[in-house]
């Protein structure tokens, strides 16, 4: 099962404990994922996605809420009036829609109804990818208004959450990989939320290593490389004049850097007589640098 299927599998199990989070639900699985329609004086509802566990989540909740014990697809007549006017879609006395784009307001001021109004529109049209991968969360909604009550939703819980337009839909995104494992915990996916944050920490911790293991590949590529230039503005010099030429104190580390080529600064300074430290050593070597460029020259 992929990481999407696992989240929804996990959300399709959880239920509200309070009648206004599961009209809240609801109302996000209906406006999301619903088809309704006005027919022959009465109201066609079907769904729109072949999801078994969105069917299941939803038999469930107009179970609880209105004591309908029916398949979404062969629900009709009063019971569609019922759920409609229940999750505020639907004036029964005026006998018109009042909304099938956005869910009402009043269901989802509370804290606790906007997680659940999020959880019911992940089920009906949202997906993650595989975190192995990337980090990538989106909720495809019909239209730009259903897409900003989403988005107003997401971002009250302080997660940056974003709107593309996708050919004739609007798509709610969030990529950063922190707000995501964010977002399943406002949606109450724990185990997910918990399989997240295990590949988030080794991806972190190899990226790390990688990045250590980068450095030191470049420190010892630039040791390499000066060690090098080194011993070839000494060969230049011994062929030229000879190392006798030198002063002292250049000749003795020339002679070491000749004998311990691939050694760093610091160790040459402890094979002189007084040790003379790191810098001590670079200053040198930068010496016999200008006199091999100058005999270049």
């Known amino acids: 099962m992929s990481f999407s299927g696992e989240i929804k599998k996990e959300l399709a199990g959880r239920i509200g404990e309070s009648r206004h989070c599961r009209l809240a639900e609801l109302s996000a699985i209906i406006v999301f994922a619903g088809k309704i329609s006005a027919l022959n004086g009465g109201i066609s509802f079907r769904p729109e996605s072949g999801n078994p566990m969105l069917k299941e989540k939803f038999a469930r909740l107009v179970s609880l809420l209105f004591s309908i014990d029916r398949e979404w697809e062969t629900l009709q007549g009063d019971d569609v009036f019922k759920i409609l006017e229940g999750v505020k879609l639907w004036d029964r006395q005026r006998g ?62 302080d997660i940056d959450a974003r709107i593309v337009p996708r050919k004739k839909n609007q798509v709610v995104y969030v990529k950063e990989g922190a707000h995501i494992v964010d977002l399943l915990n406002v949606m109450e996916a724990h185990t997910a939320l918990m399989n997240l944050e295990n590949v988030r920490i080794v991806k972190e911790m190899r990226n790390s290593v990688n990045r250590q293991v980068n450095c030191e590949t470049a420190n010892i590529s630039k040791i390499v490389n000066a060690a090098v230039r080194q011993i070839e503005d000494i060969r230049l010099i011994q062929k030229n004049k000879g190392i006798e030429s030198l002063p002292e104190h250049l000749k003795e580390i020339a002679l070491l850097r000749l004998a311990y080529p691939d050694a760093p600064l610091k160790e040459l300074g402890m094979y002189l007589n007084p040790p003379v430290g790191k810098s001590g050593v670079n200053h040198r070597l930068r010496r016999i640098s200008e006199i091999a460029e100058k005999m270049g020259e």
């Not at 980090?135 to 009250?156: G, K, M, P, W």
């Open 96 to 157: 018109c829609f009042l909304n099938t784009e956005t869910a009402d307001g009043l269901l989802i001021q509370q804290s606790c109804c906007k997680r659940a109004y999020i959880r019911g529109a992940f089920l009906s049209s949202g997906s993650v990818s595989d975190p192995g991968k990337a980090y990538h969360f989106e909720i495809v909604c019909r239209t730009a208004a259903q897409s900003a009550q989403l988005q107003h939703a997401i971002n009250s819980f």
